[in-house]
């Protein structure tokens, strides 16, 4: 432990920076104190944080003690934090971009099975939509617009033939914030 520094300082030290859930023996371990301390320090840390105006809280997990972001913090979190997708899922999301809307069975025929996957992805992102079409079985999947300003497009140039749609799409894709 650090000189001249709370026991509680300490561990809110090391559950900032091991970014995971801690049991009290690993908290004890890091901190070099023994398990009563690491007890006390952890208590203090939950009420001190417990009584700030804050946007963090120290909370029991299953797995151990953790630093995390209050709940409340969670639809920032979606906004601020870039997606992560990867290559099939950007690739899936360009065909359904280009053919907007698509029904889901044509974007199989063109994208194949495992774009089933990546539309869970992307609906579950909230960059696509999905909604059963009255006189289909299939699904009908429409961009959002969450696409279009997480992309930064207004909307896709209607003069381009296809293979240049799709061309210009993936060049704004790779351009886009999450790579």
Do not use: W
């Not at 939509?129 to 999947?141: I, Q």
């Amino acid at each position: 432990m650090v000189k001249n520094i709370s026991i509680a300082t300490t561990i809110e030290a090391i559950l900032y920076l091991k970014g995971k859930p801690l049991s009290i023996s690993e908290i004890a371990e890091y901190a070099k104190c023994d398990r009563p301390r690491a007890e006390a320090g952890i208590i203090e840390l939950i009420e001190n944080y417990g009584r700030r105006d804050t946007a963090l809280e120290v909370v029991e997990t299953e797995h151990g003690y953790s630093l995390q972001l209050r709940s409340d913090f969670h639809d920032l979190v979606q906004v601020l934090i870039p997606v992560e997708l990867g290559v099939g899922a950007l690739r899936t999301l360009a065909a359904i971009a280009l053919h907007n809307p698509i029904l889901q069975s044509e974007l199989i025929n063109i994208r194949g099975s495992g774009a089933y996957q990546h539309v869970q992805e992307l609906v579950e992102s909230g960059f696509v939509r999905k909604r059963r079409e009255s006189d289909s079985r299939s699904y009908s999947l429409q961009i959002t617009a969450k696409f279009h300003q997480y992309f930064q497009i207004e909307q896709l140039p209607e003069i381009l033939t296809t293979p240049e749609k799709e061309q210009q799409l993936e060049l704004n894709l790779e351009d886009s914030p999450s790579h």
